[in-house]
C-alpha cells in the first residue's frame, strides 16, 4: 500500500520567550495528504500555517504528536526526507550576486548534483520556468516576480516527491500572481505530485486547491473540498432584486431553500440553496411589483474565509 505524502496527529508547537513565558502556536493538528493533490492551508495572518509548513518540511520540530513525511518519521528520518521534498517560500532570499544558472547550479549542488546530471537539471528548470532570457541576470537586478519564479525553478531542481509553496505569491503585482498561480497548476499537473500550499489569499485557493484545511489561532476550524465548505456552512447562492412596487417579503423568506434575507426599500438579497430550485418561485411573489435587476452571485472561498475567521 502506497504511502500517504503526509500523516500528522495530534501536532503541537510551543515557543519559549527568554522570560520564560510558553506560547503554543499549533494545538492539536490532525490530517492526511493525499497522492497527487494540492492541499490548502488556509488563514488570517498569524494563523500558524508557515510554521505547520516548517514542520512538515522538517525544518523544526513539534513538542507533541507524530508525523510521517512519505512512509518516513519526520523526526528520525528527517535527512532522507530532506532529499526528496523541496520548499518554495514568500519573499525568496538568495546570494545577491549570483545570476540565475549560478544560483541554481549552486543549489543543485547541495542536492547532491554534479557534472552532466547538474547541467542539464539547470538548463531544464530554466527553460521550464522561462528564465533564459535572464540566466546572467544577478538575483539582486531581478524583478519580485522573476524572483518567484527563479524560487519555483530552485524547488524543482531535484523532482521533489512532495512540494511546499509558502504563501508563493505575497507581494506580486496582480498579473503576476496570476501567472504564477497558473504555473504552480502546470507544475502539478505536468509533475504529478502533491504540493502543500500556505496562503491567505482567496482565488489562489479557489483556483488550486483540492482539499482545504482552514487555520485559526493554531487550530484547524474547518477541513474539506472548497465545494463541500461552502455547502457546510450554508453559504448558498446571492441573489439581488432591485424592483419597484411592493414584494410579499414573508412569503419569500418561508420558500424551501431560502436561508437567509435582507431587505432594503426597493432591494432584496437573498440567500438560497439552489437558484434553479428556486428562482422561479422568487420571482412569482414579485407580481405586485416591477422587477428592474436581478443579479446572482456564488459563493466562494471569500466568504468561507470571512466565516471561519469570525
Known amino acids: 500500500m502506497t504511502e500517504k505524502p503526509i500523516k500528522a496527529a495530534g501536532i503541537s508547537k510551543i515557543y519559549k520567550s527568554f522570560l520564560g513565558k510558553r506560547a503554543t502556536v499549533l494545538h492539536d493538528i490532525s490530517l492526511d495528504v493525499e497522492e497527487g493533490e494540492i492541499f490548502g492551508l488556509l488563514g488570517p495572518n498569524g494563523s500558524g500555517k508557515t510554521t505547520l509548513i516548517s514542520i512538515f518540511s522538517t525544518l523544526i520540530f513539534p513538542e507533541r504528536g507524530s508525523l510521517s513525511i512519505l512512509g518516513m518519521d519526520a523526526r528520525r528520518d528527517s535527512k532522507e526526507i530532506r532529499k526528496v521534498i523541496n520548499i518554495s517560500t514568500a ?3 538568495f546570494p545577491w550576486s549570483l545570476t540565475v544558472r549560478e544560483n541554481l547550479r549552486y543549489y543543485g549542488m547541495l542536492y547532491g548534483l554534479c557534472g552532466s546530471a547538474l547541467s542539464q537539471a539547470v538548463e531544464d528548470q530554466i527553460d521550464a520556468f522561462e528564465l533564459g532570457d535572464f540566466r546572467d541576470m544577478t538575483f ?21 516527491r512532495l512540494l511546499f509553496l ?8 496582480p498579473d ?7 504555473l504552480i497548476k502546470r507544475i502539478h499537473e505536468e509533475e504529478n505530485i502533491p504540493v502543500v500550499l500556505s496562503t491567505h489569499y482567496m482565488p489562489e485557493a479557489e483556483m488550486l486547491c483540492d482539499r482545504i484545511a482552514f487555520l485559526r489561532n493554531g487550530r484547524i476550524v474547518a477541513m474539506d473540498t472548497p465545494s463541500n465548505l461552502k455547502k457546510h456552512l450554508g ?3 446571492r441573489i439581488v ?34 437558484v434553479e ?34
Open 140 to 160: 539582486e537586478n531581478l524583478s519580485t516576480g522573476l524572483k518567484q519564479r527563479l524560487s519555483l525553478a530552485k524547488a524543482m531542481l531535484n523532482h521533489p
Open 166 to 173: 509558502d504563501e508563493p505569491t505575497t507581494g506580486l503585482d
Open 91 to 93: 519573499k525568496p532570499n
Open 235 to 237: 453559504l448558498g447562492e
Open 176 to 182: 503576476i500572481s496570476i501567472k504564477t498561480r497558473r
Open 277 to 310: 430550485d428556486s428562482l422561479d418561485r422568487i420571482v412569482k411573489l414579485f407580481c405586485a411589483a416591477k422587477i428592474l435587476n436581478i443579479t446572482i452571485r456564488e459563493p466562494d472561498l471569500e466568504d468561507v474565509f470571512l466565516e471561519l475567521a469570525r
Open 241 to 274: 432584486i432591485t424592483y419597484e412596487g411592493s414584494a410579499d417579503i414573508v412569503a419569500i423568506q418561508s420558500l424551501p431553500g431560502v436561508l437567509a434575507i435582507k431587505s432594503e426599500i426597493g432591494r432584496l438579497e437573498i440567500v438560497i440553496d439552489r
